[in-house]
């Protein structure tokens, strides 16, 4: 697909610069974070942060699970009409890369994990459980790095950006599969 960029390293490292270090960096100044969420899951969130561009090279280089993915599936991203009929919009950041980059922002349970892998099998993915395991959590920490840049700067704000960021703080340092 060569019309679509692809989610590779560059585009990693120019989101981890440019979108969530400055959002993060000025968080990290601000003593009432520091006193909300702690030094424990800061030096937690720095340290995986640190090594997430080198540990997606194993999704980056696994060709096979390449798709056009949306890129930015959240729920306010997703449409649904009499509960029957599902439609994606919003498909500017869309990219080719790893179907898993799509995955852990819908999933956040292991039994819609489940599903999802069943139904990745039944249309030709066969992923042995451990390789979904290790690839779910990856994605699962880049997406919450990736998504806690828009919550850093409105949590003390509204009580629903403090509720996003805990969740992408978990997805960071507790990914469903640890």
Request: net charge negative; charged share 25%; aromatic share 12%.
């Amino acid at each position: 697909m060569p019309w679509i960029p692809t989610v590779d390293r560059n585009h990693i490292i120019g989101m981890m610069e440019n979108r969530w270090r400055p959002s993060w960096n000025a968080a990290i100044e601000n003593p009432a974070f520091i006193a909300e969420f702690g030094l424990p899951i800061i030096s937690e969130i720095e340290a995986l942060a640190s090594t997430i561009v080198d540990d997606l090279e194993v999704l980056i280089r696994d060709e096979h699970m390449h798709t056009m993915i949306h890129n930015d599936l959240n729920p306010g991203n997703v449409l649904v009409h009499n509960n029957e009929d599902v439609y994606f919009i919003d498909w500017e950041e869309a990219r080719y890369g790893s179907l898993f980059f799509d995955i852990p922002l819908r999933c956040s349970h292991l039994k819609q994990v489940d599903i999802y892998r069943e139904a990745l099998s039944s249309h030709g993915y066969d992923i042995p459980q451990e390789q979904f395991e290790k690839y779910f959590s990856l994605a699962s920490r880049y997406l919450g790095i990736r998504y806690m840049s828009w919550s850093l700067g409105v949590w003390e704000k509204h009580s629903h950006g403090k509720a996003d960021l805990k969740k992408y703080m978990k997805m960071v340092t507790q990914p469903l599969f640890s």
